[in-house]
C-alpha cells in the first residue's frame, strides 16, 4: 500500500501530523470495527493504511 493509497483510505491528506492520522483511523475504524457489523478485510485495511501513514510498516510484504 502506498502512502497515497493509506491517506485515501482515512480520508487525509498525505502530509498530516501523527496525532491527526491516529483521530482519522479511529473514526473510520469505529464506522467499520468488526464488533460492530464491519468487514474484517476493511479492518485490516484500515489498520495498514495506519501503519503506512505512521511509517511503521513492516518491510515490503515479501516473505523472503
Same mark, same amino acid.
Given at each position: 500500500?502506498?502512502? &497515497?493509497? !493509506? !491517506?485515501? *483510505?482515512?480520508? *487525509? &491528506?498525505?502530509?498530516? +501530523?501523527?496525532? @491527526?492520522? @491516529?483521530? !482519522?483511523? &479511529?473514526?473510520?475504524?469505529? !464506522?467499520?470495527?468488526? =464488533?460492530?457489523?464491519?468487514?474484517?478485510?476493511?479492518?485490516?485495511? *484500515?489498520?495498514?493504511?495506519? =501503519?503506512?501513514?505512521? %511509517?511503521?510498516? @513492516?518491510?515490503? %510484504?515479501? +516473505?523472503?
Amino acid at each position: 500500500m502506498t502512502k &497515497r493509497e !493509506a !491517506a485515501l *483510505i482515512l480520508g *487525509i &491528506r498525505e502530509n498530516v +501530523p501523527a496525532e @491527526k492520522v @491516529k483521530e !482519522a483511523h &479511529r473514526k473510520v475504524m469505529v !464506522a467499520n470495527h468488526p =464488533d460492530a457489523g464491519g468487514s474484517h478485510f476493511l479492518a485490516s485495511k *484500515i489498520n495498514e493504511a495506519k =501503519d503506512v501513514m505512521l %511509517g511503521k510498516t @513492516k518491510g515490503s %510484504g515479501s +516473505p523472503f
